[in-house]
């Protein structure tokens, strides 16, 4: 490659197409170029040229294109010149007359010099040579291709074309049976790093990171719900703390009264009935003294039935276990079912991850971030088999999702590593414009639909990419990743892709405008501030939770959100699912 630099290249071709233009116009019509185009067109192109000069404009175009476009810009400009040095000198000939006589220097050499000695036969065979000389150069081992203009875009390490002249052969590719029936030659795929998986050795660079989607053959048994620890029975007291939050209020100068008390797993709701003349306004900006008189971490809020309600913790927290939420769980519909947690009556509430689509959990460490994601995982193979979704696990801390690599479900191994995720990731992106394809020409709407037509054991499964510490990526490489991972949230939805972001670090760095725009389900468990509250739920409320897996649920159909107790799975739990 004559020139390497990115830059350089840009500035000459954009100086050789100006010259061209330039050229181009002043031979045309000299006096509109003013005092330097009528000097360029009387001591240049006129004296060397002639007539020829009506191609130089489009000769300086061509190589400016060229060195745009070709890693080989020496040869490719070289024979281009071959060409045109015949072709200006027959274009001169053709308008020589009586009244405008050939004068350039580029006739009278190739005329005068050399057909002198060979004849105007030979000096035609002369100027044929050259022609089909540099027809051959500009054509040999030709890259003149769409996809090599890649200045303005960011390559994956790894992938970018190889310079030397012998290029390593690509495999072929295995054809999919879908894009097989549908179209015969489906579009070739770019080429990526191989995904490098965890106790495996890193391999050469060039080979594309491959998705497992292919129909699961092998019999699959979920688990049953004996399986699972049981609930254990308990008797707990509540309204221990009714007549003392009256007190609190009173002596605050608020008159109220405690109406019904619910009891759940991890906090109380005391009913509060404002008196007579008393705003609501009033009772909402004494979180900070009720606590305080409490001594415990108090939220006042509206519970699910749009009650003002006190909720106040426990004295003893009880444990939900996760075949609880499956004894429970009504929501049969859903085609992504995922089980969150109970609220403080102890209801079980769940949501379709297919129409949410995508999930943000933030919580600082300890908050219970890791259980809730193995429960939503698990709650999703529990309703499903692996023809119906695949997992895409991103595990930067290397410890939370080993267990789930013998899962059946999973398109591909557990990634540690971040220059995995950003592959992985890529190709998630890639896979995503190709169902786009696929279903535009299958004129359907969504993988829904599609599935619905599709032949059996043809169908599409659902793609659940779960990103843990997804901070630390952004923060490590944040154009490429973050740039990805918004792609996907923005587009994914039809085509049956869906993402859960989870991060400790809620700050604005991380979850930036377009994420939480494009991600409307969001979960907020323990933080260290109202700030990161606001953060993740556009308000306060999280910086109060209790931890280990106490939680606060927002989505499109639930604004002003709702506060839940998480499930514990434990690891034996989940190997249930591996079989």
């Given at each position: 490659m004559l020139f390497n630099s990115r830059a350089v290249k840009i500035i000459l071709c954009?100086?050789?197409?100006?010259?061209?233009?330039?050229?181009?116009?002043?031979?045309?019509?000299p006096s509109k170029t003013g005092l330097i185009g009528q000097g360029y067109y009387s001591t240049i192109l006129i004296p060397f040229f002639g007539h020829g000069s009506k191609l130089?404009?489009?000769?300086?175009i061509i190589c400016g294109a060229l060195i745009l476009v070709t890693s080989k810009q020496l040869l490719r400009i070289t024979g281009v010149t071959l060409i045109m040095l015949p072709v200006m000198t027959w274009t001169d000939n053709y308008y020589i007359t009586e009244v405008f006589p050939a004068q350039s220097a580029l006739n009278h050499f190739m005329r005068s010099s050399v057909g002198m000695f060979i004849g105007n036969a030979g000096l035609l065979l002369v100027e044929l040579v050259f022609v089909i000389f540099g027809t051959y150069l500009l054509l040999y081992k030709t890259d003149l291709k769409p996809s090599s203009i890649n200045l303005f875009r960011r390559s994956i390490p790894g992938s970018e074309p190889e310079s030397k002249e012998k290029m390593t052969e690509e495999e072929p590719e295995e054809i999919d049976e879908v894009e097989a029936e549908i179209k015969p030659l489906p579009k070739k795929q770019p080429l990526q790093p191989k995904l490098r998986l965890q106790g495996e050795k890193e391999e050469p660079a060039g080979r594309k990171v491959i998705l497992n989607l292919k129909p699961y053959r092998k019999a699959f048994q979920k688990p049953k719900i004996s399986d699972f620890k049981k609930q254990p029975a308990d008797s707990v007291s509540y309204g221990e703390k009714k007549e003392r939050i009256k007190e609190v209020f009173l002596s605050l100068g608020v008159e109220v009264n405690v109406g019904t008390v619910i009891g759940g797993p991890s906090v109380e709701q005391y009913e509060i009935i404002p008196g007579k003349g008393v705003k609501l306004s009033q009772i909402r900006k004494l979180d900070e003294d009720l606590s305080l008189a409490l001594k415990s971490k108090v939220l006042i809020t509206f519970n699910t039935q749009g009650a003002l309600c006190v909720e106040a913790p426990m004295a003893k927290r009880r444990t939900v276990f996760f075949r609880r939420l499956l004894e429970t769980a009504t929501d049969t519909e859903a085609k992504l079912p995922v089980i969150l947690g109970v609220n403080a009556s102890y209801e079980t509430y769940s949501f379709d991850l297919a129409e949410l689509?995508?999930?943000?959990?933030?919580?600082?460490?300890?908050?219970?971030?890791?259980?809730?994601?193995?429960?939503?995982?698990?709650?999703?193979?529990?309703?499903?088999?692996?023809?119906?979704?695949?997992?895409?696990?991103?595990?930067?801390?290397?410890?939370?999702?080993?267990?789930?690599?013998?899962?059946p479900f999973m398109a591909c191994k557990v990634i540690t590593d971040m220059e995995d995720a950003s592959f992985v990731l890529q190709t998630l992106v890639d896979e995503m414009e190709d169902r786009y394809d696929l279903l535009e020409r299958s004129n359907a709407s969504n993988i829904a639909s599609y599935n619905q037509s599709a032949k059996a054991g043809r169908q599409l499964p659902y793609i659940i990419a779960v990103v843990d510490e997804f901070a630390d990526l952004i923060m490590g490489d944040k154009s490429d990743i973050g740039d990805n991972i918004i792609r996907i949230a923005q587009k994914a939805r039809a085509c049956g892709i869906h993402l859960i972001l989870a991060t400790q670090r809620p700050s604005a760095e991380v979850i930036s405008g377009l994420i939480k725009a494009n991600v409307p389900g969001k979960i907020a468990l323990s933080v260290s501030s109202a700030i990161n509250s606001k953060?993740?739920?556009?308000?306060?409320?999280?910086?109060?939770?209790?931890?280990?897996?106490?939680?606060?649920?927002?989505?499109?159909?639930?604004?002003?959100?709702?506060?839940?107790?998480?499930?514990?799975?434990?690891?034996?739990?989940?190997?249930?699912?591996?079989?």
């Open positions: 954009f100086l050789l197409v100006l010259a061209g233009i330039f050229t181009f116009i002043t031979v045309q019509t130089i404009g489009y000769y300086l689509p995508h999930l943000l959990i933030a919580g600082t460490t300890g908050s219970g971030k890791s259980i809730l994601v193995k429960t939503l995982l698990a709650s999703i193979m529990y309703n499903l088999t692996p023809n119906d979704v695949r997992l895409v696990l991103v595990d930067p801390k290397r410890v939370d999702f080993g267990i789930f690599n013998a899962s953060i993740i739920i556009d308000r306060t409320g999280a910086e109060k939770l209790l931890g280990k897996g106490d939680m606060i649920f927002i989505s499109p159909e639930l604004k002003d959100g709702v506060r839940l107790q998480g499930a514990f799975i434990s690891d034996d739990e989940i190997m249930k699912f591996m079989k």
